[in-house]
């Protein structure tokens, strides 16, 4: 996949495409066919700082975490994207999502993973 700004994590989707994080830039999702399917700066209109970590929910919302603004954002398929973290994040970095809405955050200055409830089934 050419053309990306300085391309920093990337998390696989479950239609076969993947979501890659661009240093100082945009988050972008392509197709299985490497093909880009939307950027979320221009799709949501949101302004990333540094964006880092990036994964997929279950529900097929697109988590990023933003390094400069210590925040993870959730950008759901409709609808406007919802802060889910913005406090308690020094510099968050890699991310993962559980089937059971855990949210698993790596913090390179706290030397530490956390972890955020942020989604409950019901059983």
Same mark, same amino acid.
């Given at each position: @996949?050419?053309? %990306?700004?300085?391309?920093?994590?990337?998390?696989?989707?479950?239609?076969?495409?993947?979501? @890659?994080?661009? /240093?100082?830039? $945009? @988050?972008?999702?392509?197709?299985?066919?490497? /093909? *880009?399917?939307?950027?979320?700066?221009?799709?949501?209109?949101?302004?990333?700082?540094?964006? +880092? !970590?990036?994964?997929? $929910?279950? $529900?097929?919302?697109? %988590?990023? +975490?933003?390094?400069? =603004? =210590?925040? #993870?954002? *959730?950008?759901? /398929?409709? !609808? +406007?994207?919802?802060? *889910?973290?913005?406090?308690? %994040?020094? =510099?968050?970095?890699?991310?993962?999502?559980?089937?059971?809405?855990? %949210?698993?955050? +790596? $913090?390179? #200055? /706290?030397?530490? #993973?956390?972890?955020?409830?942020?989604?409950? =089934?019901?059983?």
């Amino acid at each position: @996949v050419p053309n %990306l700004q300085g391309p920093r994590y990337i998390s696989p989707v479950p239609s076969g495409g993947f979501v @890659v994080s661009e /240093e100082c830039g $945009d @988050v972008k999702v392509f197709t299985s066919s490497c /093909e *880009l399917l939307c950027s979320l700066s221009s799709k949501y209109g949101h302004q990333f700082g540094n964006p +880092a !970590g990036v994964c997929m $929910d279950t $529900d097929g919302s697109i %988590l990023v +975490a933003d390094e400069q =603004r =210590r925040t #993870v954002h *959730l950008f759901p /398929e409709h !609808g +406007a994207p919802i802060c *889910l973290v913005s406090t308690g %994040l020094q =510099r968050p970095a890699g991310m993962a999502c559980s089937s059971s809405g855990h %949210l698993f955050v +790596a $913090d390179t #200055v /706290e030397n530490c #993973v956390k972890v955020f409830k942020y989604c409950v =089934r019901p059983p």
